[in-house]
Protein backbone atom coordinates (compact mmCIF):
# COMPACT_ATOMS: atom_id res chain seq x y z
CA UNK A 1 0.00 0.00 0.00
CA UNK A 2 1.64 3.28 -1.09
CA UNK A 3 2.29 6.39 1.09
CA UNK A 4 -1.22 8.51 2.08
CA UNK A 5 0.54 11.52 0.21
CA UNK A 6 -2.14 13.76 0.96
CA UNK A 7 -1.66 13.35 4.90
CA UNK A 8 2.52 13.24 4.23
CA UNK A 9 1.79 16.58 2.73
CA UNK A 10 0.00 18.23 5.34
CA UNK A 11 3.34 17.07 7.51
CA UNK A 12 5.50 18.48 5.38
CA UNK A 13 3.06 22.25 5.34
CA UNK A 14 3.28 21.70 9.23
CA UNK A 15 7.14 21.02 9.42
CA UNK A 16 7.95 24.03 7.10
CA UNK A 17 5.67 26.72 8.69
CA UNK A 18 7.18 25.44 12.40
CA UNK A 19 11.09 25.24 11.63
CA UNK A 20 10.76 27.18 8.40
CA UNK A 21 10.65 25.96 4.24
CA UNK A 22 14.33 26.20 3.90
CA UNK A 23 15.07 23.87 7.17
CA UNK A 24 13.08 20.75 5.97
CA UNK A 25 14.26 18.78 2.90
CA UNK A 26 12.87 15.65 1.73
CA UNK A 27 13.06 12.61 -0.99
CA UNK A 28 10.08 10.29 -0.68
CA UNK A 29 8.60 8.42 -3.41
CA UNK A 30 4.64 7.05 -2.91
CA UNK A 31 5.58 3.74 -3.29
CA UNK A 32 8.75 3.58 -1.93
CA UNK A 33 8.77 5.94 1.41
CA UNK A 34 11.93 8.00 1.42
CA UNK A 35 12.70 10.55 4.50
CA UNK A 36 12.20 14.13 5.39
CA UNK A 37 15.23 16.05 7.23
CA UNK A 38 14.89 19.29 9.58
CA UNK A 39 18.15 21.32 9.59
CA UNK A 40 18.59 23.42 12.47
CA UNK A 41 16.31 21.05 14.91
CA UNK A 42 16.52 23.12 18.65
CA UNK A 43 17.63 20.79 21.26
CA UNK A 44 17.03 21.11 25.16
CA UNK A 45 19.80 22.66 27.29
CA UNK A 46 21.17 19.03 28.34
CA UNK A 47 22.41 18.50 24.93
CA UNK A 48 24.49 19.65 23.28
CA UNK A 49 25.49 20.89 20.69
CA UNK A 50 22.19 22.84 20.85
CA UNK A 51 20.67 21.84 17.41
CA UNK A 52 20.62 18.60 15.44
CA UNK A 53 19.63 17.62 12.05
CA UNK A 54 16.95 15.44 12.53
CA UNK A 55 16.42 12.64 9.98
CA UNK A 56 12.97 10.81 10.19
CA UNK A 57 12.31 7.57 7.79
CA UNK A 58 8.66 7.73 5.57
CA UNK A 59 7.66 4.41 5.50
CA UNK A 60 6.26 3.20 1.99
CA UNK A 61 2.85 2.43 3.89
CA UNK A 62 2.84 5.94 5.83
CA UNK A 63 -0.57 6.64 7.37
CA UNK A 64 -2.22 3.27 5.76
CA UNK A 65 -4.84 1.56 8.34
CA UNK A 66 -3.88 -1.31 10.05
CA UNK A 67 -5.69 -2.94 12.89
CA UNK A 68 -4.28 -0.82 15.75
CA UNK A 69 -4.51 2.54 14.23
CA UNK A 70 -2.42 4.03 10.84
CA UNK A 71 1.37 3.05 9.81
CA UNK A 72 3.46 6.14 11.42
CA UNK A 73 7.26 7.60 11.39
CA UNK A 74 8.95 5.52 14.01
CA UNK A 75 13.47 5.09 12.42
CA UNK A 76 14.74 8.46 13.38
CA UNK A 77 18.56 9.50 12.77
CA UNK A 78 20.37 12.55 14.25
CA UNK A 79 23.84 13.98 13.94
CA UNK A 80 26.58 11.74 15.64
CA UNK A 81 28.83 13.08 18.46
CA UNK A 82 25.37 14.48 20.30
CA UNK A 83 26.59 14.76 24.40
CA UNK A 84 24.26 14.68 27.47
CA UNK A 85 25.06 16.36 30.57
CA UNK A 86 25.23 13.98 33.40
CA UNK A 87 24.40 15.05 36.98
CA UNK A 88 27.64 15.67 38.06
CA UNK A 89 27.71 17.92 35.33
CA UNK A 90 30.03 16.25 32.59
CA UNK A 91 28.92 15.32 29.75
CA UNK A 92 28.89 11.93 27.79
CA UNK A 93 27.09 9.73 25.30
CA UNK A 94 23.20 10.17 24.49
CA UNK A 95 21.58 6.86 25.94
CA UNK A 96 20.18 4.68 22.88
CA UNK A 97 22.09 6.59 20.28
CA UNK A 98 23.60 4.05 17.88
CA UNK A 99 26.90 4.41 15.83
CA UNK A 100 25.40 2.35 13.02
CA UNK A 101 25.15 4.54 9.45
CA UNK A 102 21.99 4.65 7.90
CA UNK A 103 21.61 2.17 5.11
CA UNK A 104 25.25 0.34 5.65
CA UNK A 105 27.03 3.77 5.03
CA UNK A 106 28.66 6.89 7.02
CA UNK A 107 26.18 9.49 5.68
CA UNK A 108 26.63 11.41 9.13
CA UNK A 109 23.56 10.20 10.34
CA UNK A 110 23.41 7.97 13.67
CA UNK A 111 19.92 5.96 14.71
CA UNK A 112 18.26 6.93 17.54
CA UNK A 113 16.61 3.75 19.21
CA UNK A 114 13.54 5.53 20.69
CA UNK A 115 10.03 5.41 19.63
CA UNK A 116 6.65 6.97 20.51
CA UNK A 117 4.65 4.75 22.26
CA UNK A 118 0.85 6.61 21.59
CA UNK A 119 -1.63 5.35 19.06
CA UNK A 120 -1.68 6.55 15.91
CA UNK A 121 -5.08 7.75 14.70
CA UNK A 122 -6.96 10.39 12.22
CA UNK A 123 -5.68 13.63 13.95
CA UNK A 124 -1.96 12.65 14.64
CA UNK A 125 0.62 14.26 12.28
CA UNK A 126 4.47 14.29 12.01
CA UNK A 127 4.78 16.91 15.06
CA UNK A 128 3.36 14.30 17.40
CA UNK A 129 6.49 12.64 16.56
CA UNK A 130 9.05 15.69 16.72
CA UNK A 131 7.43 16.63 20.07
CA UNK A 132 8.25 13.15 21.36
CA UNK A 133 11.80 13.45 20.04
CA UNK A 134 12.08 16.82 21.76
CA UNK A 135 10.76 15.89 25.11
CA UNK A 136 12.83 11.95 25.03
CA UNK A 137 16.39 14.47 24.31
CA UNK A 138 15.01 16.61 27.70
CA UNK A 139 14.66 13.06 29.66
CA UNK A 140 16.80 10.76 27.96
CA UNK A 141 18.93 10.27 31.29
CA UNK A 142 15.57 9.20 33.44
CA UNK A 143 14.02 7.23 30.83
CA UNK A 144 17.01 5.20 30.15
CA UNK A 145 18.34 4.79 33.34
Not at 75 to 82: A, N
Not at 112 to 129: F, H, M, Q, W
Request: proline residues 10%; glycine residues 6%; contains cysteine.
Amino acid sequence: MPVDVARLNRDLKILMATFGANNVTWNISPTKGGFIVIKHFPLPPNIRPPVTGLKIIVPASLYQKTENGFVFYKDIFVDPGLQVRYPDGSWGPIPRHHDAPLMERDDGWRYLCAYPDSVVDERTTILDLVRFVQVWFKNCLALNS
